[in-house]
């Protein structure tokens, strides 16, 4: 049995569903636990073994936040407690700023380390501090692992400083047991229903999208459906109200459902009412990427939607264009508006891009075959 501990300051944001699955499908010879300093959305992500900071004594709590506030440490000693608590062999920790304040816990636990890059941290991290590129070479030059969800986002992290003998692609899994695959038949003249699930931040692209929907609906009648929201990022927030001004600005009212955010359940339900999904993602003006793919595309994909997406990161993994997707260049509106066209006018090419899709996705990102996979690292690791 090897003892894993999982650090990430929150477990777990409604729209980390991937994270969930990595530690809930690892084999049973992995004793996975969570080290976090807070825990929400326990009723949709509760696992057994969840240590939070949070129920510790205030006492801890305070003297804890307070040395790496000041300086002192960078990790939380609570990280440490929790590996030997668990005999941890192995600290996982989930994005890349996560790993380089975690670089103390695993040398005082005197257990290997690994990390896993996800997008944000690659592309957007960097540019907020000069020093970042420092911390993570310094970083890189400590570590046992650093995964990457495709191999876009490992070039990047080698580009950072990572020698390519510690990275490994990694695709993020889905739980193909929970995503049914269940088309949606769609007919001339009918309303052709497209879906559009992402947080609210420029590198999701939704404006761009409104503005192809605009643009096809003189010629077709929609049905747009969008989940997703803000949160409390000014980033983000900024974005909402782009959002929404454009879904008022073009026109799309009438047609346009905004859910905000909804549990994941939710989210596949929908899927089965609607014909595309729409995921247009970009290099954002910070320099904010998805690094890999979002893993709402792949959910979307087994499920039966025909999805339209951008040839952005690592994306072009999983939607290949005209066998299992379809894509257009970053930021190219019209190219989006050419695909829908393509899609009413070839009826008879979405059945055999649906189920070309979905075997992509079982042959490559099936959250069980991925947490087997996980776990034959963590076991050449293992000392």
């Known amino acids: 049995m090897i003892s894993v501990v999982h ?18 499908y690892l084999p049973a010879d992995i004793a996975a636990h969570v080290a976090c300093e807070y825990v929400e959305n326990l009723d949709q992500f509760g696992l057994a073994n969840i240590h939070a900071l949070a129920s510790r004594p205030a006492w801890q709590r305070f003297w804890d936040r307070r040395l790496r506030k000041l300086g002192i440490r960078r990790h939380l000693s609570f990280t440490v407690d929790t590996a030997r608590r668990c005999g941890a062999k192995i600290l996982h920790s989930h994005f890349g700023h996560v790993g380089w304040a975690d670089i103390g816990a695993a040398r005082h636990a005197k257990i290997r380390h690994v990390v896993t890059f996800y997008g944000l941290d690659v592309n957007y991290v960097p540019g907020l501090d000069p020093h970042w590129p420092a911390r993570y070479r310094t970083m890189f030059a400590q570590v046992d692992a650093v995964l990457c969800e495709g191999p876009h986002m490992a070039a ?19 739980a193909l047991d929970d995503v049914p695959f269940r088309p949606f038949p769609w007919r001339p003249g009918d309303r052709l229903r497209v879906l559009i699930a992402a947080s609210f931040r420029q590198k999701k692209g939704i404006p761009y999208a409104l503005e192809a929907l605009a643009r096809l609906q003189r010629h ?25 001004a ?10 346009t459902t905004l859910l905000g ?4 359940a939710r989210l596949l339900a929908e899927a089965e009412r609607h014909h595309v999904f729409l995921a247009p993602s970009i290099t954002a003006d910070d320099g904010d990427t998805e690094g890999g793919a979002p893993v709402s595309l792949i959910e979307m994909a087994a499920s039966g939607l025909v999805v339209v997406s951008t040839t952005h990161c690592d994306i072009p993994g999983i939607v290949k264009h005209r ?10 509106v019209q190219g989006l508006v050419d695909n829908l066209d393509w899609l009413i006018d070839h009826i008879d090419c979405w059945e055999p891009m649906r189920i070309a899709a979905r075997k992509h996705v079982e042959r ?11 776990a034959e690292l963590y076991r050449s690791l293992a000392p």
């Open 246 to 255: 454009s879904v008022d600005r073009l026109g799309l009212e009438p047609s």
């Open 7 to 24: 650090s990430t300051p929150v477990w777990l944001p409604q729209t980390h569903t991937w994270l969930y699955n990595q530690v809930r």
């Open 323 to 332: 066998e299992t997707g379809l894509l257009a260049p970053e930021r190219d």
């Open 220 to 244: 077709v009648p929609l049905e747009v459906t969008v989940i997703g929201d803000a949160g409390q990022d000014p980033r983000a927030a900024d974005e909402k109200r782009e959002i929404l």
């Open 156 to 174: 990047a992290v080698a580009a950072l400083g990572c020698p390519a003998a510690k990275i490994h692609v990694h695709h993020l899994g889905i």
């Open 261 to 264: 955010y909804q549990p994941h």
């Open 364 to 374: 490559e990102f099936n959250a069980a075959r991925q947490g087997e996979r996980l």
